[in-house]
């Protein structure tokens, strides 16, 4: 049913894009993997790739929202129906300790990552709007402007393309991590040092 | 305020008081009723932080509430929210004095626990507590 409506999505071109992104960033499981779906598109028809590159960004965007303000009302009881308790302590953990970092890099890059579950630890932890918005947005429009982008200049070579450079990619990925981590480090050295004053 | 409070006898502001007060001033806000000076039972009274002790106390408060008014949740969170933000931007703020902000800092690791997990705050709080007597002990 669910590669049904997927499929159904699909053929309604852009409109099928934005409800996808949603539905796929709200929590709802869809078949499918969504930027292969983009980047075919792209290949497909470069003409509308522009215009899917946006709406999966203000879809994904929108649909992390939902996520995130039903994780900031809902707070533990939201977070234990997502994970197990055990998991879930973990995850929100991490949050405290590395913040939005943990959504933008899941957000960003195109391997598969728990993003929801971050997703929900910002809400649970009351992250302010305005910044987890500003950090989905910025991650996504990477994203998917970059997988279009992939699509019209490198056209039905994308995909080989995408296979032949994964170990760059998952390099890129991990150097972003260092990056993040060693300014989260910095950040909390800096802040032990004012406490300590 | 005060006057209305007195008029209806009121000794303390609990829910019915704080229901009554809102629907009959509705122009004044909940931050208003708070400075009135007046005894406002949680979570009604907003979290308290002007010492870590209040904010402990407060926020032992929210988390009795928390569990006995499955109704209040999201009111409770929302009021620890606001108070967190509040807390972080102090913390920030360069026109607050150094100890006055790691002192804010500190208290939004405290309410970022509540948030995290209001049954865990107890148990929490009291090794915290133990660990900054020992920090300043040695």
Known sequence: MLKHLTDTLIAWGPAGILLLSILDSSGVPVAGVFDALLILISVERPGVAWLCAGLAVAGSTAGNCILYWMARQGGKAFMSKAAPEGKAAKFREWFQRYGMITVFVPALVPIPMPLKLFVISAGVMGTSPAEFISVVLVARVFRYFGEAWLGITLGRESASFLRTHAAQFGLGALLLFVILYLFVLLRDKRRRAQANL | ?138
């Not at chain 2, 620890?80 to 500190?106: C, G, M, N, Q, Y």
């Not at chain 2, 997990?117 to 920090?135: E, G, N, V």
């Open chain 2, 1 to 138: 305020m005060r006057e209305f409070a007195a008029s209806r006898g009121w000794t303390g502001i609990g829910e019915p008081e704080w229901r009554e007060l809102r629907a009959a001033l509705p122009d004044v806000s909940e931050a208003t009723i708070r400075a009135s000076g007046l005894a406002i039972s949680a979570p009604w009274s907003g979290v308290k932080q002007h010492t870590l002790e209040e904010l402990e106390t407060s926020l032992d408060e929210f988390a009795a509430v928390y569990a006995a008014r499955p109704d209040l949740r999201p009111y409770c969170r929302e009021q620890v929210i606001a108070a967190k933000d509040h807390a972080r931007f102090a913390s920030r703020s360069p026109r607050v004095e150094e100890t006055k902000r790691a002192l804010k800092a500190e208290m939004v690791d405290w309410m970022m626990v509540w948030l995290g997990d209001p049954s865990m705050f107890r148990t929490w709080a009291q090794i915290r507590r133990d660990k900054m007597r020992d920090c300043s002990s040695t």
